[in-house]
């Protein structure tokens, strides 16, 4: 006796992947027609202005910090006068091993007189000497001061993401999150602008974009346009951002906006300049932020802005506000020539950035 066997009328498995697809696409297509959700003015407060007398000194120094690996090339090239700093071996040697620092830790000696620092430094994993700059001679101005931050990576690692590092390091300091810690101990420091994001990562925005720490006192203006789940609408209300409900998020109980930032332009810098309420900023560029046909470094890489973009900017900045201070790292140490490394291509971009923030700095402060 033969067992007969009933044969359905259709393919479960791919009638439950077509009602699947039918039911992400249509949420796609709310998700994209839906009006993009800005919070208006009577959801959060407005920024404070400041109308704080200037106390920036007229005195411009080029610092460059000995014993950072790169510097004794970078210095030959600079063809300006240089004032040596002794920055702490003990921090260089950990930099070099990995290690995060205390930000207690004296990383540049105090400065005897006041000025306005050009710092030059070199070796990108060392860019927390700027948190360092800031502390020791932009804070002794007593000014309110915005950081305008020409990078590729934020700088503002959370302290959860600290904890996934490292357990016994989540309250230390490296490169990668120098720009949380100046937001929370530097009390003269008003705002940061991020200029040149040239990656979208929701893990690493999400673990501190949701944190008050920030909220209201950061913007942001991509290198090219890039979408972002977060927890809040960061940043200041403004045409180079828009911020969604997250239709996917909601369905799952969850509270969550789709951040979508403009690329960069020359007239959405300019929108973003007129939301900055300091008189001074701080300048602080890493060359990584610049694109490979100019730039390159091997463990930083490169990012997606051009050198006359860049430099462009700057000059934008000096017409409009007081340069406090403002420094250049990201110089890789000269290794080898090769493909991957062209060290008169990293070189030629570091010197042009470095001249028109010097151009800026002595230009903007005689306008003032």
Same mark, same amino acid.
């Given at each position: 006796m033969t067992s007969s066997r009933i044969t359905p009328l259709f393919d479960r498995d791919g009638f439950r992947f077509l009602v699947q697809f039918v039911i992400c696409f249509v949420i796609y297509t709310l998700q994209t027609i839906f009006?993009?959700?800005?919070?208006?003015?009577?959801?959060?407060?407005?920024?404070?202005?400041?109308?704080?007398?200037?106390?920036?000194?007229?005195?411009?120094?080029? /610092?460059? *910090?000995?014993?950072?690996?790169?510097?004794?090339? #970078?210095?030959?090239?600079?063809?300006? =006068?240089? $004032?040596? +700093?002794?920055?702490?071996?003990?921090?260089?040697?950990?930099?070099?091993?990995?290690?995060?620092?205390?930000?207690?830790?004296? /990383?540049? *000696?105090?400065?005897?007189?006041?000025?306005?620092? #050009?710092?030059?430094?070199?070796?990108? =994993?060392? $860019?927390? +000497?700027?948190?360092?700059?800031?502390?020791?001679?932009?804070?002794?101005?007593?000014?309110?001061?915005?950081?305008?931050?020409?990078?590729?990576?934020?700088?503002?690692?959370?302290?959860?993401?600290?904890?996934?590092?490292?357990?016994?390091?989540?309250?230390?300091?490296?490169?990668?999150?120098?720009?949380?810690?100046?937001?929370?101990?530097?009390?003269?420091?008003?705002?940061?602008?991020?200029?040149?994001?040239?990656?979208?990562?929701?893990?690493?925005w999400s673990e501190w974009a949701d944190q008050k720490l920030f909220k209201e006192h950061f913007d942001m203006l991509p290198a090219v346009p890039i979408s972002l789940y977060s927890l809040i609408c960061p940043g200041m209300k403004s045409p180079e951002y828009k911020c969604r409900y997250d239709l996917f998020s909601w369905l799952l109980g969850w509270k969550g906006y789709q951040m979508e930032y403009s690329g960069y332009s020359r007239e959405l810098f300019n929108d973003l300049l007129s939301r900055i309420h300091t008189k001074a900023v701080y300048i602080s560029i890493d060359l990584d932020v610049i694109r490979w046909e100019e730039f390159d470094d091997p463990r930083w890489k490169h990012g997606l802005m051009s050198v006359a973009e860049v430099t462009d900017a700057i000059s934008m900045i000096g017409k409009k506000f007081e340069i406090a201070g403002g420094d250049i790292t990201g110089f890789p140490p000269f290794l080898k020539p090769d493909k991957a490394y062209n060290h008169k291509k990293n070189e030629a971009s570091y010197l042009s950035l470095f001249k028109a923030l010097e151009q800026a700095m002595i230009r903007g402060k005689s306008t003032q």
């Amino acid at each position: 006796m033969t067992s007969s066997r009933i044969t359905p009328l259709f393919d479960r498995d791919g009638f439950r992947f077509l009602v699947q697809f039918v039911i992400c696409f249509v949420i796609y297509t709310l998700q994209t027609i839906f009006a993009p959700y800005v919070p208006d003015n009577n959801e959060k407060e407005k920024p404070q202005q400041h109308f704080l007398i200037s106390n920036i000194p007229e005195e411009i120094k080029v /610092i460059t *910090p000995k014993g950072i690996p790169g510097m004794a090339a #970078l210095c030959n090239a600079l063809a300006t =006068s240089v $004032h040596q +700093v002794e920055i702490n071996p003990t921090f260089v040697i950990d930099v070099l091993a990995g290690y995060q620092v205390p930000t207690s830790t004296t /990383i540049l *000696p105090a400065a005897s007189t006041s000025f306005r620092p #050009l710092f030059a430094n070199a070796n990108g =994993s060392y $860019h927390h +000497v700027s948190y360092a700059v800031l502390k020791t001679c932009i804070e002794p101005m007593t000014t309110s001061y915005t950081l305008l931050l020409f990078d590729q990576h934020d700088d503002a690692r959370s302290l959860n993401a600290n904890r996934q590092r490292n357990a016994n390091q989540d309250k230390d300091m490296d490169c990668g999150n120098w720009v949380r810690f100046a937001m929370a101990d530097l009390k003269n420091l008003s705002h940061v602008t991020f200029i040149g994001r040239a990656f979208a990562t929701n893990r690493i925005w999400s673990e501190w974009a949701d944190q008050k720490l920030f909220k209201e006192h950061f913007d942001m203006l991509p290198a090219v346009p890039i979408s972002l789940y977060s927890l809040i609408c960061p940043g200041m209300k403004s045409p180079e951002y828009k911020c969604r409900y997250d239709l996917f998020s909601w369905l799952l109980g969850w509270k969550g906006y789709q951040m979508e930032y403009s690329g960069y332009s020359r007239e959405l810098f300019n929108d973003l300049l007129s939301r900055i309420h300091t008189k001074a900023v701080y300048i602080s560029i890493d060359l990584d932020v610049i694109r490979w046909e100019e730039f390159d470094d091997p463990r930083w890489k490169h990012g997606l802005m051009s050198v006359a973009e860049v430099t462009d900017a700057i000059s934008m900045i000096g017409k409009k506000f007081e340069i406090a201070g403002g420094d250049i790292t990201g110089f890789p140490p000269f290794l080898k020539p090769d493909k991957a490394y062209n060290h008169k291509k990293n070189e030629a971009s570091y010197l042009s950035l470095f001249k028109a923030l010097e151009q800026a700095m002595i230009r903007g402060k005689s306008t003032q």
